[in-house]
């Protein structure tokens, strides 16, 4: 998302200044309308992709990503995407309460999932088991479910067939969960360990805040 906000403004920016650039040429140098246009068009372009390349380059290094693995993960990311509009459909489609819970929470935590990627594409890595089998399996067995769900008329095999769905999805939901938490669990140990320094400091210190709010009121 910030990469397309990034490349937005870069594009207006560039659109700006060849419009700049050409009317420089084209009334300060006195060149012809197509020679001012032209020189214009490739002096923007050039700063265009100078530029994207110098952010590119930036964004690479600070996640330590090649820019094959980069490549890698975005185009898994996009088949993410298209799934996850598949839930979403499946989501929409049923109409009774409990599906419709179940269906959002699933939604709701791939979305959550694939925003955590997005965002920073390093942690893709520790969330394969996400895309390559959960994300799989909740929306064969979502579609599956909400198909099913929606037949007018239901015979015991079929009853059977979507409390089992219901139960597996159930199981999946748990395991996106554990998912999500794999793949924060560096920064969860990274605050627990910045919490113990810190209470280790203030018993260090045997610093005691309500005693600075007790003598600050007297």
């Given at each position: 998302?910030l ?9 207006m ?12 040429l ?6 012809n ?11 923007g ?40 509009s ?27 999932m694939f ?14 088991r996400f895309f ?22 239901k ?5 059977i ?32 360990f910045?919490?113990?320094v810190a ?10 805040p309500?005693?600075?709010?007790r003598?600050?009121?007297?």
């Amino acid at each position: 998302m910030l990469r397309s906000i990034y490349s937005f403004f870069l594009g207006m920016f560039t659109a700006g200044e060849t419009f700049i650039i050409w009317l420089i040429l084209l009334l300060g140098f006195d060149l012809n309308f197509l020679n001012s246009s032209l020189l214009a068009i490739a002096i923007g372009g050039i700063t265009f992709f100078t530029i994207k390349t110098v952010i590119n380059y930036k964004f690479l290094k600070k996640n330590k990503l090649t820019r094959k693995e980069y490549a890698y993960i975005q185009r898994n990311l996009q088949d993410a995407k298209k799934k996850i509009s598949r839930l979403q459909k499946a989501f929409f489609s049923v109409r009774t309460m409990g599906a419709f819970k179940q269906l959002y929470e699933l939604t709701k935590l791939s979305k959550r999932m694939f925003g955590i990627i997005n965002k920073d594409p390093r942690r893709f890595y520790r969330a394969e088991r996400f895309f390559f089998y959960h994300l799989d399996s909740v929306v064969e067995l979502s579609e599956r479910y909400a198909m099913l769900a929606a037949q007018p008329v239901k015979n015991e095999k079929m009853y059977i067939s979507l409390k089992e769905t219901q139960s597996t999805l159930e199981d999946l939901s748990e395991s996106i969960k554990k998912d999500i938490y794999h793949v924060l669990s560096a920064d969860i140990d990274d605050l627990n360990f910045e919490l113990d320094v810190a209470k280790h400091s203030l018993k260090k210190l045997d610093y005691k805040p309500l005693d600075d709010e007790r003598s600050t009121k007297e």
